[in-house]
């Protein structure tokens, strides 16, 4: 009896433990849930309230109120900058895993390594440029950025999917006198299909959750949903229901999808590295 | 399938050298839209940052744009701010990496090992990365750590804390916190993938072999997950030393600068100031640290692929 029940009791007992960790990495997305339901005067209680009975009249307010047009604006700059990742990164990758050109290595890294120079390096006369191009405030320098962004791990990423393919694929249509288009758009294409959905996850969750240029470079016609949060630090006074309703709407989209790609999660975040 | 690998990187250069020229420009194609586009994005700009970091100027004062020299360089070493900064970026990213590569850890092999529910703790342990950081930041700040209304405050009173102001009191400790909630999840994941690669058959030889969990532990499982934990620290701190969003939030940089980290700095002098000269050295100091860090995490990510190539 013995035998059988140390390994049982070692799973509870663990179980137990992991599930505790997990409550607590978990809690402050519940707690975001939770406040959204409440009403004003429920979510700047002391003590705070914790049995109350739900209501989504926060949530209503928000998506009537004027949070619809920033929810737009980073849904345009996410897609738009996605779907130009995928136009100029799936040729480019093609060409570094598939017919590797000289310095493939060296062109890996060059992309790569503009993906972690940090926007310092950059900010200032970008930001000239589009001052200059009028280009402030207008979701086109969003979607130009982000696709600067993202574009060199698209390229990565996607590279890595490409060399999946066996080679004699490629062999066989160039015999059977496929053009180049041909070649991309009829083999290529569909067998990486799990590498685009990855590349567009990774370019999606980095673009809608951009912070930085969204705040500096857009004031209000152009505004994504992070700069909507912003309005909470100043002077909205104590809107906490309120507040929580917009995380939680704000954040819905990229957890949805990275709840839904798990498995590629791991492989965007990492560029291909692993699997 | 082991042919096409090894191709990959460093056989490249064999397999092209033969080509003719033609062939090669139909090879070469296909990468320069990608390549043309990065380059005048980043490449430009960043010739542009190291040229107006020898100008003085201030955009908001009309012909104020005149050759300083080193000026804004000279002005970075006197100055009390960027040293703070720096030192805050390196407090930051050091304490939020170790941190959370060792709860990652931890979660990791909690979620190897024999429990209930591995996939849906997986799944549940993931949502504070993909979490806005901006409304992460929020939350924390004005639900859970505020004095009055938060829950922790108030969850912690009966214990003698009183109704601590985290943020304000420790403001480091809490951007730190909150980082370490988002990038734990990071890090687990990563070092769980390292994790199911091992063969659990040699654990359990070593098992048999009587060694006891902290011998296998230390001896087969940490060498074979040791480059998946270096290769998150070190991707994970080019993505922390930028650390923004939440300071933003938080902190705003403050109280005084106790949390203004270089980027924050730079936004300071940029946004707030308007000296296009001075934050553009500061722009060129952050790329000098960030190759330092990075040099050493593109060292890693290739061992790991040809690791990868030779299997």
């Known amino acids: 009896m013995r035998t059988v029940d140390a390994p049982l009791r070692s799973k509870v007992l663990w179980s137990v433990v992991g599930w505790l960790v997990v409550f607590v990495f978990f809690f402050p997305v519940i707690w975001m849930w939770l406040e959204g339901l409440k009403t004003e005067p429920q979510a700047a209680s002391s003590p705070p309230t914790i049995f109350f009975v739900p209501t989504l009249m926060e949530f209503q307010e928000v998506l009537g109120g004027d949070f619809p047009p920033f929810f737009i604006n980073s849904a345009i700059a996410s897609i738009v900058s996605t779907l130009l990742v995928l136009v100029l990164g799936l040729p480019a990758a093609y060409a570094l895993a598939i017919r590797p050109v000289k310095r493939t290595q060296d062109v890996l890294f060059f992309f790569i390594s503009t993906r972690f120079l940090p926007f310092a390096a950059s900010l200032v006369p970008l930001y000239l440029l589009a001052r200059d191009l009028s280009l402030l405030d207008n979701i086109l320098a969003l979607i130009l950025i982000y696709t600067t962004i993202n574009l060199p791990l698209g390229v990565w990423l996607l590279r890595s999917f490409l060399l999946e393919i066996p080679h004699d694929l490629f062999e066989a249509a160039r015999v059977d006198g496929a053009a180049f288009r041909h070649e991309i758009l009829r083999i290529v294409v569909p067998l990486i299909a799990p590498g685009l959905a990855a590349t567009s996850l990774i370019c999606l969750i980095f673009s809608w959750n951009e912070f930085f240029y969204a705040v500096n470079f857009t004031s209000s016609t152009a505004a994504t949903a992070p700069i909507f949060l912003v309005s909470f630090i100043s002077g909205r006074g104590l809107f906490y229901a309120k507040l929580a309703a917009a995380a939680t709407l704000a954040s819905l989209p990229v957890l949805l999808a990275g709840w839904i790609a798990q498995k590629q999660l791991i492989r965007g975040l990492t560029m291909g590295a692993v699997k | ?311």
Not at chain 2, 25 to 43: D, E, G, K, N
């Open chain 2, 1 to 311: 399938m082991s042919i096409l690998r090894s191709v990959g990187i460093g056989g490249a250069r064999d397999a092209a050298a033969s080509v003719s020229r033609r062939d090669a420009w139909t090879r070469r194609l296909p990468l320069l839209p990608a390549f043309i586009y990065v380059f005048l994005l980043t490449q430009i700009p960043f010739v542009l940052t190291i040229y107006y970091s020898f100008f003085s100027w201030n955009l908001l004062k009309e012909g104020s744009f005149q050759f300083a020299g080193l000026d804004n360089y000279t002005r970075l070493v006197t100055n009390e701010s960027i040293r703070t900064a720096i030192l805050n970026t390196v407090i930051l990213t050091l304490s939020v990496i170790a941190i959370s590569v060792i709860l990652g850890m931890a979660v990791a092999m909690l979620l190897n090992s024999e429990v209930f529910g591995k996939g849906i703790m997986r799944t549940l342990m993931i949502a504070p990365f993909l979490i806005m950081p901006t409304a992460g930041a929020l939350i924390w700040k004005d639900t859970l750590l505020n004095p009055l209304f938060g829950l922790l405050p108030y969850l912690l009173s009966p214990f003698g804390l009183g109704r601590v102001d985290w943020v304000n009191r420790f403001p480091m400790a809490t951007v730190v916190a909150v980082e370490v909630w988002r990038w734990t999840p990071f890090m687990m994941l990563i070092i769980l993938a390292g994790l199911q690669s091992q063969n659990p058959e040699v654990l359990e030889a070593a098992r048999v072999d009587g060694a006891n969990p902290l011998q296998a532990f230390r001896r087969i499982t940490l060498p074979l997950v040791r480059p998946f934990i270096e290769l998150g620290a070190l991707l994970g701190s080019l993505f922390v030393v930028q650390t923004y969003d939440s300071i933003f939030m938080l902190t705003y940089g403050g109280p005084g600068e106790d949390t203004t980290n270089i980027p924050f700095l730079l936004y300071l002098v940029a946004f707030q100031g308007y000296s296009i000269g001075q934050a553009s050295a500061i722009g060129v100091v952050a790329v000098i640290i960030t190759i330092l860090v990075a040099t050493f995490a593109l060292r890693t990510l290739f061992s790991i692929f040809q690791v990868e190539a030779r299997r």
